[in-house]
């Protein structure tokens, strides 16, 4: 008798684990928006050294008292919180009874491919092993740029960026993501609460995403690999604007927010 990958996973969600790990993944993907969220502030403030993204976020937790050890905490369950994300793109509702139709399987694909590569740089980090370098978005686009179509294919990863960060924008504004959680379990107050948090930091995220989405094709139409940035490289392009200091205040408080909002969704998300 042969066992279907739906009954495979049926089996696994009767085991109370996986839906720990990716609680923890979920938990720990809103202490590094918290951590970046206060980064991207330093930013704000003149602190230029700092890097306000998720490698940075990772080095600022490791280098405090007993850091290491809260990044392997962090790894471990990014790593699950991937795992859960690739099973739910692979088997929809049988993972996953929020990932029921094509666009959240993709979303749930590009969860965990995006968190997996995270968990790799906080092994690195935990391990000693992991580069501070935060070039890496000027790094491939150079090598992209070099490939025959690379000046096309840069653009189109720029209008993709733009287009996942306009989804957040449109999922922020219109509450979407409630979908996601078990709001019959939280008293008026608290869903009241936990919704203006999500709301404010998908908004945030948004426009973040389409701030690199634009470096990113002003890099592929200019042919110049530096203009393309990261996160960090985004944020600080922002606050070297004119009222981007209090833009990025906005967007650190959303990122703050969406931290916050991250700790409550890793009780109140639905996951079996």
């Given at each position: 008798?042969?066992?279907?990958?739906?009954?495979?996973?049926?089996?696994?969600?009767?085991?109370?684990?996986?839906?720990?790990?990716?609680?923890?993944?979920?938990?720990?993907?809103?202490?590094?928006f918290i951590v970046?969220?206060?980064?991207?502030?330093?930013?704000?403030?003149?602190?230029?050294?700092?890097?306000?993204?998720?490698?940075?976020?990772?080095?600022?937790?490791?280098?405090?008292?007993?850091?290491?050890?809260?990044?392997?905490?962090?790894?471990?369950?990014?790593?699950?919180?991937?795992?859960?994300?690739?099973?739910?793109?692979?088997?929809?509702?049988?993972?996953?009874?929020?990932?029921?139709?094509?666009?959240?399987?993709?979303?749930?694909?590009?969860?965990?491919?995006?968190?997996?590569?995270?968990?790799?740089?906080?092994?690195?980090?935990?391990?000693?092993?992991?580069?501070?370098?935060?070039?890496?978005?000027?790094?491939?686009?150079?090598?992209?740029?070099?490939?025959?179509?690379?000046?096309?294919?840069?653009?189109?990863?720029?209008?993709?960026?733009?287009?996942?960060g306009l989804y957040?924008?449109?999922?922020?504004?219109?509450?979407?993501?409630?979908?996601?959680?078990?709001?019959?379990?939280?008293?008026?107050?608290?869903?009241?609460?936990?919704?203006?948090?999500?709301?404010?930091?998908?908004?945030?995220?948004?426009?973040?995403?389409?701030?690199?989405?634009?470096?990113?094709?002003?890099?592929?139409?200019?042919?110049?690999?530096?203009?393309?940035?990261?996160?960090?490289?985004?944020?600080?392009?922002?606050?070297?604007?004119?009222?981007?200091?209090?833009?990025?205040?906005?967007?650190?408080?959303?990122?703050?927010?969406?931290?916050?909002?991250?700790?409550?969704?890793?009780?109140?998300?639905?996951?079996?």
């Amino acid at each position: 008798m042969t066992t279907t990958g739906g009954q495979v996973i049926h089996k696994a969600a009767a085991n109370p684990w996986p839906e720990r790990f990716a609680r923890l993944g979920l938990a720990a993907r809103g202490v590094m928006f918290i951590v970046i969220g206060i980064l991207a502030f330093r930013v704000a403030f003149g602190h230029s050294e700092d890097q306000a993204s998720q490698n940075g976020a990772l080095r600022e937790i490791a280098s405090q008292p007993g850091g290491k050890v809260l990044v392997w905490i962090v790894a471990i369950g990014l790593i699950g919180y991937a795992l859960w994300r690739l099973l739910s793109a692979a088997f929809g509702p049988a993972a996953d009874p929020v990932a029921t139709d094509a666009k959240q399987r993709v979303k749930a694909l590009a969860e965990g491919v995006g968190y997996g590569a995270v968990a790799v740089i906080a092994v690195k980090i935990a391990t000693g092993s992991g580069s501070s370098s935060s070039g890496g978005g000027q790094k491939q686009a150079a090598a992209v740029l070099s490939w025959p179509g690379g000046q096309f294919l840069v653009g189109l990863a720029a209008l993709v960026i733009i287009g996942v960060g306009l989804y957040y924008i449109h999922d922020g504004w219109t509450a979407d993501f409630t979908k996601e959680l078990k709001v019959g379990e939280m008293s008026p107050k608290a869903r009241k609460a936990v919704i203006a948090l999500g709301r404010f930091g998908r908004v945030a995220q948004g426009i973040v995403f389409c701030t690199i989405g634009v470096l990113v094709m002003i890099a592929a139409v200019q042919y110049d690999p530096d203009k393309a940035k990261g996160l960090d490289g985004a944020l600080k392009t922002l606050a070297g604007e004119p009222y981007g200091k209090w833009l990025l205040v906005f967007i650190a408080l959303g990122l703050l927010a969406y931290g916050v909002y991250g700790l409550a969704e890793a009780k109140l998300r639905r996951v079996s």
